[in-house]
């Protein structure tokens, strides 16, 4: 059973609850527009979940997860030009789409390892970029315009503090999923394959279907992440699916802490604060955004988790004092 650290899980918590409560804060305050930007925060860090399932605990690096958010967005985007706004359908089209998608993509990516499964990854994520690029059918690199949110027979989230509070229990949703599957049989497998594949198989687990199938639920959970950005935004292109897009994501995981329950979301969050920042300080931010994050990689391997938990780790290991009697 995979143990999360009190001190982690209680800032988890504890920022769920803020995220809970930020549409009153706002409120009170007179910042709307800040409840836009969480709102954002919280659909990109379903997509991080998604992504640490398989980065954190299976060790698949995948430089090209961006596509699986454009293919949910399209997923909603193409129905909606059609003028069929049916969430049900939209929900569908997602699930069978990104999950045939990452069921193909997988199954030839799964063959390599390292850097080859990044740069195949990568690959595969282009080809969508362009494919959707050359569609000019759908706006091609200009885009697409939704016009109305998905429709359900009892949530209207075209109201704003409805769709904000969808967003927050699919987060919380997606969370508690990645929990139970870490800490059952299917996870276990998955963390095994990450130390030594050869060993799973030696006793008997076939690891290619585990992490082929772990790749699968990875990529159906970021497509939904992009049908719910879809639907914030409005608009869709696909720059949302190009590898610098894929890029974020891992810097958002790396951040939080990788392997870690809550990590994605302190990444995330931490990510965006960090831009908002240093953008209205200078328009050459990633390069001390790019410095940050060498920074936390050398000293701080755990990430924004690792911080939290670190200093109680270090009085832990601390060594008994001699006794002076002695």
Not at 34 to 60: E, H, P, Q
């Amino acid at each position: 059973m995979l143990k999360t650290h009190p001190i982690a899980t209680l800032a988890g918590l504890g920022l769920l609850l803020l995220l809970a409560l930020a549409p009153l804060a706002t409120e009170t305050l007179g910042l709307a527009f800040w409840l836009d930007v969480i709102n954002r925060t919280i659909i990109l860090a379903i997509a991080a979940v998604s992504l640490n399932f398989i980065l954190g605990y299976g060790g698949m690096v995948s430089f090209g997860h961006a596509a699986f958010i454009g293919l949910g967005a399209y997923a909603v985007g193409i129905p909606a030009h059609y003028d069929l706004y049916s969430g049900f359908l939209h929900l569908l089209i997602v699930v069978l789409g990104c999950g045939a998608f990452a069921l193909i993509t997988g199954a030839i990516s799964l063959r390599t390892k390292g850097v080859h499964f990044i740069m195949i990854t990568m690959a595969f994520g282009q080809m969508a970029y362009y494919a959707f690029i050359s569609i000019e059918e759908y706006g091609g690199d200009d885009g697409l315009v939704i016009y109305a949110r998905s429709e359900f027979p009892v949530l209207d989230i075209e109201q704003r503090l409805i769709f904000y509070y969808t967003c927050l229990a699919s987060l919380i949703g997606a969370l508690y999923l990645v929990h139970r599957m870490v800490n059952s049989r299917f996870g276990m497998v998955i963390k095994g394959a990450k130390s030594n594949e050869r060993r799973m198989a030696a006793l008997g687990f076939p690891a290619y279907r585990y992490r082929l199938a772990a790749y699968v639920i990875s990529g159906m959970m970021c497509g939904f992440a992009g049908a719910l950005l879809g639907n914030y935004t409005s608009f869709i292109s696909p720059e949302m699916m190009g590898w610098t897009r894929s890029g974020e994501l891992i810097f958002m995981v790396v951040l939080g802490g990788a392997g870690t329950l809550f990590g994605p979301l302190f990444g995330v969050v931490a990510f965006l604060l960090i831009e908002e920042v240093l953008s209205g300080i200078t328009t050459y931010w990633h390069i001390i955004f790019g410095a940050i994050l060498v920074l936390v990689v050398l000293f701080a391997k755990g990430g924004i988790s690792g911080l939290l938990t670190a200093k109680r780790s270090a009085l832990g290991k601390q060594p008994a004092k001699a006794d002076p009697a002695e």
